[in-house]
């Protein structure tokens, strides 16, 4: 989007970083710590901030041995060519990975395969490497924070950095930016749109502005069209919608890698079907969904899949190569009364991995009556179990190669079962491509001037992925984005209007998550005020308004500081928000109608009458 002299700017800050993960973290600590005044802007509300690095495992990859890394990522990226000096960036880093962690979170990391102790709450594995028969792939390693993972551990670390640099990084949270600003003349980044409680902010961007969105794992549209899949259930963040990559398009920018994507699964690539908008459950070593009387089958009622695979990031081995078993919109798991009966004596043993499981689950007294459920062909049912029996019987599965031990025949006497699944997304890796100073490229592999990005937003990974990589590409290129973007000089200063004030969500919301709330109080904040935010809490119950506590504004002395003290009074005398607004005050009054309403709100959503 091109400024124009009608453009209204509302703030002013040396840097903006777009995306509250560990990318967009990352390059906001860096930028601050280079000088910089810096905005973080997040989509997600307070409490799910963190993008995929809150979700992650929490092993961040590293390396001991420059050159056997290299072979391995070449490996990992074959037959697709990449960026040489990019990569070389990112597995420097790999290399620096135990002194980063050091230098800059202050600990001495946690090294798997020199510090894992039986006993410490993490996998006992054999080879760190997804792909061990690559050559250089025992050199690869893993840094943690302490010796347990799947915490957020890693995340907390990064997260109280951010905090501690309260006074040099301002943070939206509940905010999404949708365009970018460039300079019409020299095509120039200089700030960004950003929606916030139903208005849009202009800000501007002295020095420039960070992508660190993460990808599009949320959003249909987009893999429909980069994937050629109809819906992914996502297994991390529910708030990456693709923004960077639509934002970053419109100003010019490069893309790669958007066809790339990784999962996991309860097989691979498949988790328990869920409702739109929720997160799918990934459950490892879960044996009775990949072992027994049991088959994953696709839309025609046939099985496509090693059910028992080894899967790296969803990748099994087909044909030769490492391939995501292909998306379709309407698998299940089939398995008979048996198998039925080892996921009873695992609920009664408090052992059961999903607690809804027998809920969704659909139930037959024959396999031409479940496929007619299913909306299957039951001839085609019939006949993929039939050759199943044959295969388990014989000990030899003739399509997919799944292990003797893991196949028995399905009792055809009794009740059979089945449970949807759907196809599961970790991550995207597609977006605008960087160099090796994390400048993103216009089509011409020219750096877009003042703009950098780091993360899963046009992530390093061209082909198969390793796991711990995309967090280490958060730490090492987060802190290059930040760096680089701060050294830059300052562009030209423009005119503020209707500024902003200084807004710092994390902060505020770690204090309200403080304050006392007894029976049918609720809290509701507005920043409409002249001063930025108004926060209440309101007593209300049977459709009564009984109290309302100003707890913190910042209205000026005068007309403003009147209205906050007479218009609580008022509420409640009249038992409404519909009040007059007090004389020259038009705009506190209605920060503080805003936040009674949105008090009001929480309580009827809660249930109270």
């Known amino acids: 989007m091109k400024v124009t002299k009608n453009t209204k ?10 995306g509250f993960g560990g990318a967009g973290a990352t390059a906001a600590r860096f930028a601050a710590d280079n000088g910089a005044q810096v905005l973080l802007v997040e989509a997600a509300p307070y409490g799910h901030e963190g993008g995929n690095t809150r979700y992650s495992a929490q092993h961040v990859a590293m390396a001991h041995d420059r050159q056997q890394i290299s072979d391995y990522y070449h490996e990992l990226a074959a037959p697709f060519a990449v960026d040489e000096k990019t990569m070389d960036v990112y597995l420097d880093g790999f290399i620096e990975m135990p002194e980063y962690f050091k230098k800059y979170f202050g600990l001495n990391p946690f090294i798997w395969s020199k510090d894992f102790q039986l006993g410490d709450h993490l996998a006992n594995k054999k080879q760190l490497c997804e792909y061990p028969e690559y050559q250089g792939a025992t050199t690869f390693d893993f840094a943690l924070v302490h010796n347990r993972d799947f915490d957020a551990g890693l995340w907390k670390v990064i997260r109280q950095e951010t905090l501690q640099r309260k006074d040099q990084i301002d943070i939206w949270l509940n905010s999404r930016a949708t365009r970018l600003l460039q300079d019409p003349v020299t095509d120039e980044i200089t700030g960004v749109v950003i929606k916030r409680q139903e208005k849009q902010y202009c800000i501007h961007a002295k020095r420039g502005v960070v992508l660190a969105t993460g990808g599009f794992e949320n959003n249909d549209k987009m893999q429909q069209d980069y994937l050629h899949i109809t819906h992914l259930t996502p297994l991390g963040t529910l708030y990456n919608k693709g923004d960077g990559i639509k934002m970053a398009g419109e ?8 066809s790339n994507y990784e999962s996991l699964g309860i097989v691979p690539s498949y988790v328990i079907a869920e409702e739109a908008g929720q997160r799918g459950r990934q459950i490892s070593r879960w044996q009775n969904v990949k072992s027994g009387s049991i088959i994953a089958i696709a839309d025609d009622g046939s099985r496509f899949m090693r059910e028992d695979a080894k899967f790296r990031h969803g990748h099994i081995f087909q044909h030769g190569d490492y391939l995501l078993p292909h998306a379709y919109d309407h698998a299940w798991l089939v398995f008979d009364e048996q198998q039925y009966q080892k996921f009873v004596q695992e609920q009664k043993a408090g052992n059961l991995k999903y607690q809804n499981f027998f809920d969704k689950l659909i139930k037959a007294d024959s396999v031409a009556a479940l496929a007619d459920q299913m909306k299957l062909s039951a001839n085609t049912l019939i006949a993929t179990i039939s050759r199943f029996n044959r295969f388990a019987d014989s000990g030899r599965d003739l399509e997919f190669g799944r292990a003797p031990e893991t196949m028995s025949s399905f009792n055809l006497n009794d009740a059979v079962y089945a449970i949807k699944l759907a196809p599961a997304v970790l991550n995207t890796q597609g977006g605008p491509q960087h160099d090796e100073q994390a400048r993103v490229l216009n089509n011409a592999d020219q750096p877009i001037k ?10 390093i990974c061209a082909n198969r992925y390793q796991g711990g990589g995309n967090l280490a590409e958060c730490l090492i290129f987060g802190k290059i984005a930040g760096e680089n973007v701060a050294q830059l000089s300052d562009a030209a200063e423009v005119k503020l209007t209707e500024q902003v004030p200084r807004i710092n969500d994390l902060i505020d919301s770690e204090s309200e998550s403080k304050i006392e709330l007894k029976s049918n109080q609720y809290l509701g904040s507005s920043e409409a005020g002249i001063g930025g935010k108004v926060l209440v809490r309101v007593t209300y119950q049977d459709q009564t308004i009984s109290n309302v506590e100003v707890l913190e504004n910042h209205e000026t002395e005068g007309i403003g500081a009147v209205a906050i003290k007479q218009l609580p009074q008022q509420i409640v005398d009249q038992n409404s928000t519909d009040v007059d607004a007090i004389s020259g005050a038009t705009s506190t009054t209605k920060a503080l109608v805003e936040a009674v309403n949105q008090a009001i709100g929480k309580a009827k959503n809660k ?3």
């Open 450 to 459: 003042r703009l950098y990005s780091a993360g899963e937003l046009g992530g």
């Open 607 to 609: 249930g109270e009458k």
């Open 251 to 258: 100003v010019g920018a490069k893309m790669w890698h958007m």
């Open 9 to 18: 700017w509302n703030g002013d800050y040396d840097v903006i970083v777009l």
